[in-house]
């Protein structure tokens, strides 16, 4: 998730928003099984306000291909994932 990107920041804002969050367990086809309901004690504010602070340091475009980019030529996922169980 690019927190620089608007829709993530809007959904962070959501999350932040609500005093419960809910989830729903369903089959193959759709048919709920179950619900579960958390107090959303998951600090979604304090993600928003980090975010919010980066949108207003950040005075540069979101261009997430771009920072992709350069990711992949400074890091080899491979590389990664062999030294993180190797």
Known sequence: MN?????TSEVLRRLAD???LHVLLSD???QVLTVFEYKNTFGFDRIRAG???A???WPGPDDFQRAER???QDYDIN???ADEHG
């Open 3 to 7: 927190p620089l990107y608007i829709k």
């Open 18 to 20: 609500q005093t419960h």
């Open 28 to 30: 193959a086809v759709g």
């Open 51 to 53: 975010v919010d602070g």
């Open 55 to 57: 949108l207003l340091a």
């Open 70 to 72: 350069a990711y992949e």
């Open 79 to 81: 590389k990664l994932l």
